[in-house]
């Protein structure tokens, strides 16, 4: 009973093909993060802003931003030794739609790979503004993090944002967030992204909440979602993590409004390789094993 748009020929062969959306191809393909997005323009409270976005990232370490340019020459040498990267993606470390280089980047690379999947992360504050210059960029699948679509709990989760040089605060900033991501995800889906979304589960929070995000996504099309656990950081410090039962009850509760990802790593933003195998992270000597 999902309302999920019909899939085009080509849609459904990008999908095929990201590990993220299709758990089958997780063991086929792999997807490069390219960290070139440093600034944000939202302040999640469970997120320490001198580390990857957690919306999308495993925290802990900082990654390397890079320019553009950088990032082209590192994709250029990564496809060539693991052409079974499929997806370039943009996911941080902070939001690639308040970061220019984002684009610049996409275009130096679709340029250069025409066939590539070009993927990227967002909060979505930017979204609705954005849309074109994304699709100038070429990008093909794209995820929005969606913690509420209620202002009152959205503000215990995010209640600053920076939208047109003004800062917004309490409930009018969730407001406002909330809004442009669905406007965004609207939007973005009607021009032919394949849409999926993370969804921050943090206890006695959303937690009750995520199958009226669900309700909403379906409304929307959205293709998938991916359930995380909060990973406990600054005001959330102290925050209990949810445990796998409870992940599990709120993957099964939103089922049947939006298909679930259940095979997410939380990867790092310069990530690279298969779901499970970040090359990024291992030896030169490892590396060279796994080249395919
Ligand atoms: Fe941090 Fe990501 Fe939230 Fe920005 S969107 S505040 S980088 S978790
Ligand atoms: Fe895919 Fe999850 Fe890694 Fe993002 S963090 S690339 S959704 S596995």
């Known amino acids: 009973n999902q309302s999920c748009p019909d899939y085009s020929n080509e849609q459904l062969r990008m999908i095929s ?7 089958k191809a997780q063991h086929k393909f792999g997807r490069m993060h390219l960290a070139v997005a440093p600034k944000c323009n939202i302040q999640c409270k469970y997120c320490i802003r001198d580390n990857d976005c957690v919306n999308e990232c495993r925290p802990g370490v900082t990654s390397k931003v890079l320019t553009p340019q950088e990032a082209l020459e590192k994709t250029r040498q990564v496809l060539e ?22 684009f610049e980047t996409f275009k ?15 909060n979505g504050l930017a979204l609705p503004d954005r849309i074109d210059d994304m699709l100038d960029a070429g990008v093909q699948t794209l995820t929005v993090t969606v913690n509420a679509v209620d202002p009152e709990i959205q503000r215990q989760i995010c209640d600053r944002v ?23 995800i609207k939007r973005a889906i009607e021009a032919g992204i394949v849409i999926k979304i993370n969804t921050v589960l943090v206890p006695d929070v959303n937690d009750d909440h995520v199958v009226d995000i669900a309700k909403k996504m379906n409304e929307l ?10 990973i406990p950081q600054a005001e959330y410090a102290e925050w209990r993590v ?20 259940r095979h997410c790593r939380q990867c790092r933003s310069d990530a690279y390789g298969l ?6 992270q291992m030896s030169e000597e490892r590396r060279n094993m796994v080249k395919m």
């Open 221 to 230: 099309g959205v293709f998938i979602m991916n359930i995380m656990p909060l």
């Open 17 to 23: 093909e990201h590990p993220c959306y299709d758990p």
């Open 162 to 184: 920076v939208y047109n040089g003004k800062l917004y605060k309490g409930k009018e900033a969730a407001e406002l967030l909330i809004n442009n991501q669905l406007e965004g």
């Open 81 to 102: 030794e693991h052409p079974f990267i499929k997806v370039i993606a943009i996911a941080g470390p902070g939001d690639p739609l308040a970061n220019d280089e984002t």
């Open 275 to 280: 779901l499970g195998e970040d090359l990024s």
């Open 242 to 261: 949810p445990t796998e039962e409870e992940r599990k009850a709120a993957q099964a509760s939103c089922e049947p409004f939006v298909s679930q990802m």
């Open 108 to 122: 130096l690379i679709k340029e250069e790979f025409p066939n590539v999947i070009i993927c990227m992360s967002t």
